[in-house]
């Protein structure tokens, strides 16, 4: 059974950076599309970027462009995402998700139980 | 960017009712749309894909249409576990990889 197990619960002041990891089991992170999603306090969801392995490389939301980096270790199974320069508004829990492929389409099929980050001086 | 509008924001409903939840998209995505259920909590699980698709563990209440810009989420007859804010998300061609505003759905 595959699983995505996230790093805990993170406090950070603002200007600070904030590294969250999502582990695979059950699989191995070579075999798997994985994005990061987040949510903050009361609204709805924002996809961030991800692995698109079509490029075979990472993608990112122009908002996030230059503070967010997402990297794998594939020796571990583990993902990242590391966001720079916080500031009250990145407080959100943050979720790793797998996009699965149909066909010509995809969804975001497993999910991690989030990392709630919060930023406060 | 494509941004997709869903409607109601909010929706009163009770146990046994039909309700319909409907995202529209601001283009075409042709049957590129995604519609997932997500409980206080938690997060958010796949219930339709391509439009109309039923995910496997999905109940069959649920149910998806529309294609290119206009979609619509049907729960057939509401159950107490149904309760629960639902969201479109569409996965056309090059990001960002949007997502409706959500509905909350809520007893009444």
């Known amino acids: 059974q595959v699983q995505l197990v996230q790093s805990g619960a993170e406090v950070k002041k603002p200007g600070a950076s904030v590294k969250v990891s999502c582990k695979v089991s059950?699989?191995?992170?070579?075999?798997?599309?994985m994005h990061w999603v987040r949510q903050a306090p009361g609204k709805g969801l924002e996809w961030m970027g991800g692995f698109d392995p079509e490029d075979g490389e990472m993608i990112y939301a122009q908002k996030f462009q230059g503070r967010v980096t997402m990297t794998e270790d594939t020796s571990t199974d583990t993902a990242y995402m590391d966001l720079s320069s916080l500031r009250s508004e990145d407080t959100a829990v943050y979720y790793c998700t797998t996009r699965y492929y149909y066909g010509s389409g995809w969804y975001f099929d497993l999910w991690g139980r989030g990392t709630l980050v919060t930023v406060s001086s | 960017d494509i941004q997709m509008t869903q409607s109601p924001s909010s929706l009163s409903a009770s146990v046994g009712d039909r309700v319909t939840i409907t995202c529209r998209a601001s283009?075409?995505?042709?049957?590129?749309l995604n519609w997932y259920q997500q409980k206080p909590g938690k997060a958010p699980k796949l219930l339709i894909y391509?439009?109309?698709s039923l995910q496997n563990a999905a109940p069959t209440r649920f149910s998806g249409s529309g294609s290119e810009t206009d979609f619509t989420l049907t729960i057939s007859s509401l159950q107490p576990e149904d309760f629960a804010t639902y969201y479109c998300?569409?996965?056309?061609?090059?990001?960002?990889?949007?997502f409706g505003q959500g509905t909350k759905l809520e007893i009444k």
């Open positions: 391509a439009a109309s």
């Open positions: 059950g699989y191995t992170l070579t075999e798997l599309s």
């Open positions: 998300q569409q996965s056309y061609s090059t990001p960002p990889y949007t």
């Open positions: 283009q075409s995505i042709s049957r590129y």
